[in-house]
């Protein structure tokens, strides 16, 4: 079967252009609507999709800037996009520490503790998987964005997903269903929305903090 038509993740590119002109962060959270799958700047799709069912379902593709595995979205999913402006193109590992460390005080700040970052990019509690990170580096700017399960779907993404060409070890073969988990699910949350309320209220607050220890101690902007 042929590749399936992308088309590019653009959905933050507004807010990448705020931060371009006003050379400050900026984030934004927001609940994807409708079902679509998003594959990585250098996904393989005859590895990463079924696309018979892709097709079948009418489901849209989108490709992102930054790596990382395919991804199904759902209403079940929030999203949590940065934009930092930061000198040059290096930086990348230090800031995507500083960023997932900031992601994961603002769950604890909301009543979800214990969140770490395992294997590469993945936020996961005990062995489940809550979420999953890329970023994306140019010059002078940084892009990270990361997507929360909260309640998914997770039967689309068996439908969607064929099992990961590549994993991390805490995963030990598991399928989605066993691999990945939901704060819903797991008796984290009740509301939806007001979660999702205090979270942005939460990383609202502590961004310019994690933005000034992305940027070091050596970049000529202190």
Not at 74 to 98: K, Q
Not at 105 to 123: F, K, N, T
Request: hydrophobic share 35%; aromatic share 6%; charged share 25%.
């Amino acid at each position: 079967m042929e590749d399936l038509p992308t088309r590019p993740y653009g959905l933050d590119d507004q807010l990448l252009r705020g931060v371009r002109e006003e050379r400050a962060p900026r984030f934004r959270l927001y609940r994807w609507e409708g079902v679509a799958v998003v594959i990585g700047r250098g996904g393989k799709q005859q590895l990463e999709l079924d696309r018979a069912a892709l097709a079948a379902d009418r489901v849209p593709l989108y490709r992102r800037p930054g790596g990382g595995c395919a991804v199904v979205l759902d209403p079940g999913n929030l999203v949590v996009s940065v934009g930092l402006p930061l000198p040059g193109i290096g930086g990348i590992t230090s800031a995507f520490t500083h960023l997932s460390d900031w992601f994961r005080a603002a769950l604890a700040d909301c009543g979800v503790p214990g969140v770490r970052q395992r294997g590469v990019s993945d936020l996961a509690l005990d062995d489940r998987k809550l979420g999953g990170s890329c970023i994306h580096r140019s010059r002078d700017l940084l892009y990270y964005s990361t997507t929360l399960l909260v309640d998914p779907d997770l039967d689309l993404v068996a439908r969607y997903l064929p099992h990961p060409p590549r994993e991390p070890e805490y995963r030990a073969g598991r399928p989605h269903g066993e691999f990945m988990g939901s704060l819903r699910g797991m008796g984290l949350i009740d509301d939806r929305a007001a979660f999702a309320s205090s979270l942005k209220a939460a990383c609202a607050e502590s961004l310019p903090a994690a933005w000034e220890r992305s940027r070091g101690p050596g970049d000529g902007n202190h």
